[in-house]
T-cell receptor, first 110, second 115 residues
Framework: EDQVTQSPEALRLQEGESSSLNCSYT??????LFWYRQDPGKGPEFLFT???AGEEKEKERLKATLTKKESFLHITAPKPEDSATYLC???????????FGAGTQVVVTP | NAGVMQNPRHLVRRRGQEARLRCSPM?????VYWYRQLPEEGLKFMVY????????ESGMPKERFSAEFPKEGPSILRIQQVVRGDSAAYFC?????????????FGPGTRLTVT
């Protein structure tokens, strides 16, 4: 059965304290690995798409990487405004049925 | 370019009533996906539609739930005879291409509360 698992469930960081979030997947025929950010009471906001092992993408303090079994979202020198729930999803099938992980809730304190 | 729009943002229904959730995709997007998010759980796929066609409804309960995406107008997710377990956030996403390697853009969601 296809599964996407995120860890840790929650992460509390001091401002400036870098860390990494993990997304492991057992998805047959993965076509794309997606990262989203979700703020409380809002819809997920698209961050990155990764397609193949070894690929990396960056946006401000965030960098996403992909291996054959997992993806990491690195947060470098986070700020309080980076506080959010980060979701990863695997795109399977031919037409885009996303399998989401449960998310990692990140809190960055000043 | 307006994003995905959903309305209402909040909906309260009594048990047994009907709930209608609307989604207008981003301009130029003809692929619409509906997801449900229960408290403390991840997003779960419900249904994928293109204009006038349901492509995959494998995540949608067989009874009481239906979805449509007419030629004109928004996509509608309809829940008949709502029960307390239907209380959740319902998100719509759209994409210009219905492919697994293409990102989906989400709306703000409709939060359904069944009393």
């Amino acid at each position: 059965e296809d599964q996407v698992t995120q860890s840790p469930e929650a992460l509390r960081l001091q401002e400036g304290e870098s860390s990494s979030l993990n997304c492991s997947y057992t998805v047959s025929g993965l076509r794309g690995l997606f990262w989203y950010r979700q703020d409380p009471g809002k819809g997920p906001e698209f961050l990155f798409t990764l397609y193949s092992a070894g690929e990396e993408k960056e946006k401000e303090r965030l960098k996403a990487t992909l291996t054959k079994k997992e993806s990491f979202l690195h947060i470098t020198a986070p700020k309080p405004e980076d506080s959010a729930t980060y979701l990863c999803a695997g795109g399977t099938d031919s037409w885009g049925k996303f399998q989401f992980g449960a998310g990692t809730q990140v809190v960055v304190t000043p | 370019n307006a994003g995905v729009m959903q309305n209402p943002r909040h909906l309260v229904r009594r048990r047994g009533q009907e709930a209608r959730l609307r989604c207008s995709p981003m301009k130029g997007h003809s692929h619409v996906y509906w997801y449900r998010q229960l408290p403390e759980e991840g997003l779960k796929f419900m249904v994928y539609l293109q204009k006038e066609n349901i492509i995959d409804e494998s995540g949608m309960p067989k009874e009481r739930f239906s979805a449509e995406f007419p030629k004109e107008g928004p996509s509608i997710l309809r829940i008949q005879q709502v029960v307390r377990g239907d209380s959740a956030a319902y998100f719509c996403a759209s994409s210009p291409r219905g492919l697994a390697d293409y990102e989906q853009y989400f709306g703000p969601g409709t939060r359904l509360t069944v009393t």
